[in-house]
């Protein structure tokens, strides 16, 4: 079938420190991969994207590759701020298939 | 501003009566979606809408109904709640339901079923 794991949080970080958050998938086809964050009380939004193998998906200074050959998405920024706690998804769509299929979240926490 | 909008943000009640999360979206998107977010377990998708009459089920539909009259809106019903859907819920909306387009979510609906 098709799946998402992450590593399991909280993730707790120092601000300017560098960030990794791990993501593998199960698919059958040739997903689109995603990573989602969700601030506190607020819905998720679309971090980055890629759509197909090697593409790296980049915003807001955290990049992703798209590896098809270790089936990953690891989420990485070079140096974390305050501002960047919160929950983050990783999640896959294939064609045909009519959803996002979504990790179980990891929760970031950086301090000052 | 393109925005999902859901109602209520936060609703209390009882086993048994009937509720209803309005979801309305302003982009004219023909791909709408619920989601339901629980602990350890991600979202996890409840129904969703290619179109307008449109709907079929997702991973998680029992104890739940949806209809789609209109393009904008896509409304989650409890007919009958429960503790075990005591949740945060989530609805979405895309322009199409094909890989490369990002999903709009809302801000979220929290229910607590007692």
């Known amino acids: 079938g098709n799946s998402v794991t992450q590593m399991e949080g909280p993730v707790t970080l120092s601000e300017e420190a560098f960030l990794t958050i791990n993501c593998t998938y199960t698919?059958?086809?040739?997903?689109?991969l995603f990573w989602y964050v969700q601030y506190p009380g607020e819905g998720l939004q679309l971090l980055l994207k890629?759509?197909?193998?090697?593409d790296k998906g980049s915003n807001k200074g955290f990049e992703a590759t798209y590896r098809k050959e270790t089936t990953s998405f690891h989420l990485e920024k070079g140096s974390v701020q305050v501002s960047d706690s919160a929950v983050y998804f990783c999640?896959?769509?294939?064609?045909?298939?009519?959803?996002?299929?979504f990790g179980t979240g990891t929760r970031l926490l950086v301090s000052p | 501003e393109a925005q999902v909008t859901q109602n209520p943000r936060y609703l209390i009640t009882v086993t048994g009566k009937k509720l209803t999360v309005t979801c309305s979206q302003n982009?004219?998107?023909?791909?709408m979606s619920w989601y339901r977010q629980d602990p350890g377990l991600g979202l996890r998708q409840i129904y969703y809408?290619?179109?307008?009459?449109?709907?079929d089920k997702g991973d998680v539909p029992e104890g739940y109904k949806v209809s789609r009259k209109e393009k904008r809106n896509f409304p989650l019903i409890l007919e009958s709640p429960s503790p075990n859907q005591t949740s945060l819920y989530f609805c979405?909306?895309?322009?199409?339901?094909?890989?490369?387009?990002?999903?709009?979510f809302g801000d979220g609906t929290r229910l607590s079923i007692l």
């Open positions: 979405a909306s895309s322009p199409q339901s094909y890989s490369n387009q990002p999903q709009h």
């Open positions: 698919a059958t086809g040739y997903p689109s």
């Open positions: 809408s290619m179109n307008v009459e449109v709907t």
């Open positions: 890629a759509t197909k193998a090697d």
């Open positions: 982009m004219n998107h023909e791909y």
């Open positions: 999640a896959l769509n294939i064609p045909g298939f009519q959803k996002l299929v």
